[in-house]
């Protein structure tokens, strides 16, 4: 199965940026799509953005619109996440996610049980 390990979180400032990456190892056959999500203490689990691995087609909730953006490097089977504009809301464990069954094809990928396999998580604190 697939291993997922985040990195690149931490502590950063209101209206600043930090970069998310996601690499996968392990045995696997295909990608079909990556996501990104969210957590924060007593909260659910939210969506944040997601992109197709063959069409580069992308995905993101509303309230990271303009500020956030996916991307993926498929040679190195690494997703990133480009957090501009921070926000304290913005505050929560990020996760990153991979479809490796084909769940997310022919809809839109936002649904945590069409995403197989997680990784650990990356913290990211925003601040006022």
């Known amino acids: 199965q697939v291993q997922l390990v985040e990195s690149g979180g931490g502590s950063v400032q209101a209206g600043g940026s930090l970069r998310l990456s996601c690499t996968a190892s392990?045995?696997?056959?295909?990608?079909?799509?990556r996501g990104w999500f969210r957590q924060s203490p007593g909260k659910e689990r939210e969506w944040v953005a997601s992109?197709?691995?063959?069409?580069?087609?992308?995905y993101y909730a509303d309230s990271v619109k303009g500020r956030f953006t996916i991307s993926q490097d498929n040679a190195k089977n690494t997703l990133y996440l480009q957090m501009n504009n921070l926000k304290p809301d913005d505050t929560a464990m990020y996760y990153c996610?991979?479809?490796?069954?084909?769940?997310?094809?022919?809809?839109?990928?936002?649904?945590?049980?069409?995403?197989?396999?997680w990784g650990q998580g990356t913290q990211v604190t925003v601040s006022s």
């Open positions: 996610a991979a479809d490796t069954g084909a769940a997310t094809m022919g809809k839109n990928p936002s649904e945590t049980a069409d995403f197989e396999s």
């Open positions: 392990g045995y696997f056959y295909n990608v079909y799509c």
């Open positions: 992109i197709y691995t063959g069409s580069d087609s992308t």
